[in-house]
């Protein structure tokens, strides 16, 4: 079964570095998001990407985040300053239809802010 | 706002058990529901989904899920809990009218006994 991939499964930035997680969604699928989940609290939407621009963001994905789809397989989360608070774990996910067709995530990238 | 509620935080049952795990979402007009499990140092894995028909949908795994509208509940349960079945359980629902992304439960952890 297809599935999504995202690299690394764990990153470790010092405060104030840019850092970029990848994710390589399912290949027929139309539909991008970025979810992240801080520590012992529940998961929260970023951002939805599609037609390569962004769909929706939430307050959360302020101006030190951007995603990218730099070629037909690659989505990427870049924070442009890290900040302590960003430590989470990030997790993309993709579908081939809004809504009615369920998400299928990966497994996630821990990104530690030092 | 749109929420969603998953009133246990931790539930332990012993193997062999039943087991149900409340979701209760606010009010929408066409909510779509989704129930998704995490082991632990994973990503989120489909247990099941609700869209529309049948108010008892089969997932995974041996879990059902139950949808009752007049309770705006989505009950997650299983006859026979095994000890591969301990992770953590999110509800989630897509409310329609945004590019689909997810609202997310707290989370319900469940720890199995021998």
């Known amino acids: 079964e297809p599935e999504v991939t995202q690299t690394p499964s764990h990153q470790v930035t010092q405060m104030g570095q840019e850092v970029i997680l990848r994710c390589v969604p399912i290949?027929?699928?139309?539909?991008f998001y970025w979810y992240r989940q801080i520590l012992g609290q529940k998961v929260e939407f970023l951002v939805s990407?599609?037609?390569?621009?962004?769909?929706?963001k939430s307050e959360i994905f302020d101006d030190q985040f951007s995603v990218e789809r730099p070629d037909g397989s690659n989505f990427t989360l870049k924070i442009r300053s890290t900040k302590l608070e960003d430590s989470a774990m990030y997790f993309c996910?993709?579908?081939?239809?809004?809504?009615?067709?369920?998400?299928?995530f990966g497994d996630g990238t821990r990104l530690s802010i030092l | 706002a749109q929420s969603v509620t998953q009133p246990d935080i931790h539930i332990t049952v012993s193997e062999g058990a039943s087991l149900e795990l409340r979701c209760n979402y606010s009010?929408?007009?066409?909510?779509?529901l989704f129930w998704y499990v995490q082991s632990p140092g994973q990503g989120l894995q489909l247990l099941l989904k609700?869209?529309?028909?049948?108010?008892l949908v089969q997932g995974i795994k041996g879990f059902e899920a139950e949808f009752k509208r007049s309770q705006s509940s989505f009950n997650l349960r299983k006859p026979s809990v095994h000890w591969s079945d301990a992770a953590e359980y999110f509800c989630?629902?897509?409310?329609?009218?945004?590019?689909?992304?997810?609202?997310f439960g707290k989370g319900t952890k469940l720890s199995v006994k021998p």
């Open positions: 996910a993709s579908t081939s239809g809004r809504g009615n067709q369920p998400q299928h």
């Open positions: 290949s027929n699928h139309l539909y």
């Open positions: 990407f599609y037609n390569n621009e962004i769909s929706e």
């Open positions: 009010y929408g007009a066409t909510p779509y």
């Open positions: 609700y869209f529309s028909g049948d108010t």
């Open positions: 989630a629902v897509y409310y329609g009218g945004s590019q689909g992304n997810l609202i």
